[in-house]
């Protein structure tokens, strides 16, 4: 049973346009939430993250918008760029030092 | 300041050999985290520990794998009698801890089975 779910497993934007990738949850003591993105070969390389307490978050061009009652999260970057083509993997916890529960991940193609 | 560090980066073993991976976490960094990624897959977490103690291994198969974070040294995750089933990608992950729920990711050890 996936408890964090990435329904799209690509995503095709072109340079410039605003890149937004989806996460929904099924765990509802879920409290903290980060987004990590991940070239081939690599380990993931953290890039935003969010508490329960906020429902959005800015990190230059990243931001994250947290909708509790629905259980979704979502990441937008703009303006994208070609270097932002890479796997992006939501995940979450419970509680912070928790173990992290990753969706299995978008493949973010960003086109010239 | 250095990341996380792993090794090797590859290791190939035959079937019924031993697996050591190891993972030094970043300076200042007192928590460790295993993970495995099977092809086409997310990260799965596979256990938490701190200096000398395992906090969580929930997500460890209970029989041939073991891990440890001594007091002197890096963490080891350790396979032991390896089937093909272990081919994957261990990655390691560092916080630290209290306070700070963001973990660092090291570059993995790719485990290939033969």
């Known amino acids: 049973d996936q408890q964090v779910k990435q329904n799209s497993p690509s995503l095709s934007v072109q340079e410039g346009r605003i890149s937004i990738l989806n996460c929904d949850y099924t765990?509802?003591?879920?409290?903290?939430f980060l987004w990590y993105k991940k070239y081939p070969a690599e380990g993931p390389t953290f890039l935003i993250s969010?508490?329960?307490?906020?429902d959005k978050n800015e990190d230059g061009r990243f931001t994250v918008f947290l909708n509790k009652s629905a259980k979704h999260l979502s990441l937008h970057i703009v303006p994208s760029q070609p270097g932002d083509s890479a796997v992006y993997f939501c995940?979450?916890?419970?509680?912070?030092?928790?173990?992290?529960?990753f969706g299995k991940g978008t493949h973010l193609i960003i086109q010239p | 300041n250095a990341g996380v560090m792993q090794n090797p980066r590859h290791l190939v073993r035959r079937r019924g050999q031993e697996a050591r991976l190891r993972c030094s976490p970043m300076?200042?960094?007192?928590?460790v985290y295993w993970y495995r990624q099977l092809p086409e897959e997310g990260l799965k977490f596979m256990v938490y520990?701190?200096?000398?103690?395992?906090?969580?291994e929930s997500g460890m198969p209970k029989e041939r794998f073991s891990a440890e974070f001594p007091k002197e040294g890096p963490s080891i995750l350790r396979i032991q009698q390896v089937v093909r089933g272990d081919s994957a990608a261990y990655f390691c992950?560092?916080?630290?801890?209290?306070?700070?729920?963001?973990?660092?990711f090291g570059p993995g050890t790719r485990l290939t089975v033969t």
């Open positions: 969010i508490s329960s307490i906020k």
């Open positions: 992950a560092s916080s630290p801890g209290t306070e700070i729920y963001e973990q660092y």
């Open positions: 765990n509802s003591m879920f409290d903290y």
């Open positions: 300076k200042g960094h007192s928590h």
């Open positions: 995940a979450a916890s419970p509680v912070i030092g928790d173990g992290l529960t």
């Open positions: 520990l701190q200096k000398e103690n395992i906090i969580d």
